[in-house]
C-alpha cells in the first residue's frame, strides 16, 4: 500500500512546467508534497524487501526459475532505481550542504527521474510476467497469470509517462502495488 500511496501523492503534484525559468518557484509551492513522495517511497523500497521473498523464496527446492529470475530482476535493478528516484526527489527538496540548486541542476534530475522511471516500469513490467507464468500451476494461478497479464500491459504503458495523462499514469502504476495486493492474497488462500 506504501507504492499506491506514493504514485497517489505523485499525481497530486502538477506536471513540473516547460519554462525553466519557473522550476525553481515549482519546486517551492510543491515542496511538501515532494517530501511526502520521497518519504513514503523509501518506505515502500524498505517494505517491499520482504513480499520479494515471499512472492519466490530462493530455498524452496520447487520455487520456479522465472519466478527467481523475477526476484533477482527486483533486487538488483528495480530496488536501486527506487532508491535513486528517491535520492533525485530528495535533492529537489532538502538541502545538501551550501551546493546551489540551479535551473541546469533541477533540468537534470527531474530528467533523470523521469528516465529512471521509464526503466522501473519496464523492469517492472518484465518482472510481473515472469511471475505470473510461474504462478500458473499454484491454487488461484490462472487469476494470477490473467491478472499478471493485464498489470504487465499497464506497466508497458507507464513507462511513456511522458505521453500519458496524469490519470492514465495514475491508473497504469497503480497496476503494480494492486497486483502486488492480488498475488499476495491468493498465495495466503
Known amino acids: 500500500m506504501l507504492f499506491a500511496s506514493y504514485y497517489v501523492v505523485f499525481y497530486l503534484i502538477p506536471s ?24 513514503i517511497l523509501i518506505f515502500a523500497v524498505l517494505a517491499f524487501i520482504p513480499s ?6 530462493p530455498w524452496r527446492k520447487e520455487e ?8 533477482g530482476l527486483i533486487f538488483l ?6 532508491v535513486l528516484v528517491d535520492l533525485l526527489i530528495g535533492r529537489l527538496v532538502y538541502p545538501v550542504n551550501v551546493y546551489p540548486l540551479g535551473e541546469e541542476t533541477i533540468v537534470f534530475l527531474l530528467s533523470l527521474q523521469v528516465g529512471t522511471m521509464h526503466m522501473i516500469s519496464l523492469v ?18 490462472g487469476f494470477v497469470f490473467a491478472f499478471g497479464i493485464f498489470a504487465f500491459g499497464f506497466q508497458m504503458i ?3 509517462s511522458w505521453i500519458l495523462s496524469p490519470e492514465l499514469l495514475l491508473v497504469c502504476q497503480l497496476s503494480f502495488p494492486i497486483w502486488l495486493v492480488f498475488v ?6
Open 158 to 160: 507507464a513507462s511513456y
Open 124 to 141: 517492472l513490467a518484465l518482472a510481473i510476467l515472469l511471475y505470473s507464468i510461474s504462478f500458473r500451476k499454484r491454487k488461484g494461478g
Open 52 to 57: 520479494i521473498y515471499q512472492l519466490a523464496n
Open 16 to 39: 513540473p512546467p516547460n519554462e525553466v525559468s519557473q522550476l525553481s518557484k515549482w519546486i517551492l509551492d510543491w515542496k511538501i508534497y515532494l517530501q511526502i513522495a520521497d518519504e
Open 64 to 71: 520456479p526459475p522465472a519466478a527467481l529470475f523475477a526476484s
Open 184 to 189: 499476495q492474497s491468493v498465495e495466503q488462500v
Open 77 to 82: 535493478l528495480v530496488l536501486p532505481m527506487f
